[in-house]
C-alpha cells in the first residue's frame, strides 16, 4: 500500500528537548515535504526536498532542521522545542517537483510544555 | 491582499444537497490547481486536480477553474454525511516552486 508513515503520531515534550520526527514514504517519489498546520493559519510549509541532499527553507523554517540522506526518508528535528512549536505536522511526498499532488501523512501532534 | 482566500465556514447542509465550496487567489502565475479533503484527525488526502482553466468532473464531484477571474470552486453533488470534511483549495506555479494552501473550509452534512 503506498503510503507516507509519520511517527510519532502523538508526543508531549518539554522545552528544550530536543525531538526527531520521523518520516517516510515508500512510493519512491522525489519531493518530500514538512506543514504545520494551526488553527486559522492553515498549513504553511515548514521544509521542502527536491531530491537526496537537496533541502531548501519553506515558509516557516525557524526552530526546525531536516535532512535528506535517503530518498524515502525526511526526518524534521526540533532541537531546541518551544511552546510556539505546538501544533500538528505533516509529511508529504509527490512523484515529482511539487506541482501540487501530494500524498500526506497521518500527522504528528506535538504539544510542547 | 492574501495569495489565496477561502471561506472558512462552517458550512451546514442536509443531505442530499448540492453544495459550492470557493477559493480567491491573486496570483496569475498559478496554473495547477487541487482541492484536498481532510477528515478529522488525518492528514489531507487529493480530491481533485486541474490544469489550467475549465471544468473537471470525478462522480459526485466538479472542479472549475477561472483564471480569468481567479477563482476556483469545487461542487459536490448529492452531499453526503461521509462528506462531512474540511476542504482546502491549493494551487501551485508552472515550476512547482510555489505551492499555496487555503485555510480550509468546514463542511458538515446531515442526515
Known amino acids: 500500500e503506498a503510503q507516507v508513515t509519520q511517527n510519532p503520531r502523538y508526543l508531549i515534550t518539554v522545552t528544550g528537548k530536543k525531538l526527531t520526527v520521523t518520516c517516510s514514504q515508500n512510493?519512491?517519489?522525489?519531493?518530500m515535504s514538512w506543514y504545520r498546520q494551526d488553527p486559522g493559519l492553515g498549513l504553511r510549509q515548514i521544509y521542502y526536498?527536491?531530491?537526496?541532499?537537496?533541502?531548501d527553507k519553506g515558509d516557516v523554517p525557524e526552530g526546525y532542521k531536516v535532512s535528506r540522506k535517503e530518498k524515502r526518508n525526511f526526518p524534521l528535528i526540533l532541537e531546541s522545542p518551544s511552546p510556539n512549536q505546538t501544533s500538528l505536522y505533516f509529511c508529504?511526498?509527490?512523484?515529482?517537483?511539487?506541482?501540487?499532488?501530494?500524498?500526506f501523512g497521518e500527522g504528528s501532534r506535538l504539544t510542547v510544555l | 491582499q492574501k495569495e489565496v482566500e477561502q471561506d472558512p465556514g462552517p458550512l451546514s447542509v442536509p443531505e442530499g444537497a448540492i453544495v459550492s465550496l470557493n477559493c480567491t487567489y491573486s496570483?496569475?502565475?498559478?496554473?495547477?490547481f487541487m482541492w484536498y479533503r481532510q477528515y478529522s484527525r488525518k492528514g489531507p488526502e487529493l480530491l481533485m486536480y486541474?490544469?489550467?482553466?475549465g471544468n473537471k468532473e470525478d462522480g459526485r464531484f466538479t472542479a472549475q477553474v477561472d483564471k480569468s477571474s481567479k477563482y476556483i470552486s469545487l461542487f459536490i453533488r448529492d452531499s453526503q454525511p461521509s462528506d462531512s470534511a474540511t476542504y482546502l483549495c491549493?494551487?501551485?506555479?508552472?515550476?512547482?516552486?510555489?505551492?499555496?494552501f487555503g485555510k480550509g473550509t468546514t463542511l458538515s452534512v446531515s442526515s
Open positions: 508529504a511526498s509527490s512523484l515529482r517537483q511539487n506541482t501540487g499532488e501530494l500524498f
Open positions: 512510493m519512491n517519489h522525489e519531493y
Open positions: 526536498s527536491m531530491n537526496v541532499e537537496v533541502t
Open positions: 496570483n496569475s502565475a498559478f496554473q495547477y
Open positions: 486541474t490544469y489550467s482553466s
Open positions: 491549493a494551487m501551485a506555479n508552472q515550476a512547482g516552486t510555489a505551492l499555496i
